[in-house]
């Protein structure tokens, strides 16, 4: 089992920044790839950024170049720096962690999932 708690979540204007933090507990963080998610309301979690145990990326379309996904294997956090907010980033976002051997964009292979840190971006 893995627990996963994320925060710096907040309320921001148009063009600003945040940095969302997911610390694990409970296994070794090294072992899992980590995938941060996020669900507006009324729409189903979508898949943002994702990053494998050796450190390769992966980014949706419309975060790339304004998104980046990091890991600090010494302090069992994953991070993911948001820049240049929009509006329709306004979302729960949510870390994951997966054990399968490839690292997955698809929110069904992930195992395990925080509670969420909420990210509001107004106009």
């Known amino acids: 089992q893995v627990q996963l708690v994320e925060s710096g979540g907040g309320l921001v204007q148009a063009g600003g920044s945040l940095r969302l933090s997911c610390v694990a507990s409970?296994?070794?963080?090294?072992?899992?790839?980590m995938g941060w998610f996020r669900q507006a309301p009324g729409k189903e979690r979508e898949f943002v950024a994702a990053i494998s145990r050796q450190g390769i990326k992966y980014y949706a379309e419309s975060v790339k170049g304004r998104f980046t996904i990091s890991r600090d294997n010494a302090k069992n956090t994953a991070y993911l720096q948001v820049n240049t907010l929009k509006p329709e980033d306004t979302a729960v976002y949510y870390c994951?962690?997966?054990?399968?051997?490839?690292?997955?964009?698809?929110?069904?292979?992930?195992?395990?999932w925080g509670q969420g840190t909420q990210v509001t971006v107004s106009s």
């Open positions: 994951a962690a997966d054990v399968s051997v490839v690292v997955s964009t698809e929110r069904t292979k992930y195992d395990y």
């Open positions: 409970g296994r070794t963080f090294s072992d899992y790839n």
